[in-house]
């Protein structure tokens, strides 16, 4: 399991035991392993106003971004989305947890037994968004959209 801190909207180069990152009443996540993201969910959730996961295609090596096209258009768009999220909801008691999930490279994200396709998640696509204890997904060009994002989030 590899866990990162997230010093700033791209950093990934501190690795840690137990990276927490506090932007006003968020926690902020990167795993890579179905193990990593068990763990995070079964230390946070007992305290998290509620925990957002986004699966995303992993960052390619040689470019520095990820090899998704509709992953780096998403992503910007997430953000924007959790920046306003945050800045209506700062009288929370709890924390958020968010989570962005890494579910590897090409071949392996293609290969139909990857861990992410099977139980409990079943993702057919990346991006995928989605919100413990709610109905639902979204995917792909759904989160291009900010307001959709919001609403999904709420």
């Not at 997430?78 to 490279?105: M, P």
Request: with cysteine; glycine share 4%.
């Amino acid at each position: 399991m590899t866990l990162y801190l997230v010093l700033e909207k791209r950093s990934l180069e501190t690795p840690l035991e137990r990276p927490l990152v506090f932007i006003e009443k968020m926690i902020r996540f990167i795993v890579d392993s179905l193990d990593g993201l068990k763990e995070v969910i079964a230390e946070q959730e007992p305290q998290a106003s509620k925990i957002i996961l986004l699966f995303m295609a992993s960052i390619d090596p040689s470019t520095g971004k990820s090899w998704c096209p509709d992953c780096r258009a998403a992503e910007p768009v997430v953000e924007d989305a959790l920046t306003a999220w945050i800045a209506s909801h700062t009288q929370e008691s709890k924390t958020a947890v968010f989570v962005t999930v890494y579910v590897g490279q090409k071949p392996e994200w293609k290969d139909p037994n990857c861990v992410w396709r099977g139980e409990p998640y079943k993702l057919k696509s990346v991006p995928t968004l989605i919100v413990n204890e709610k109905e639902g997904r979204m995917e792909e060009e759904q989160l291009l959209d900010k307001n959709a994002i919001l609403k999904f989030i709420e």
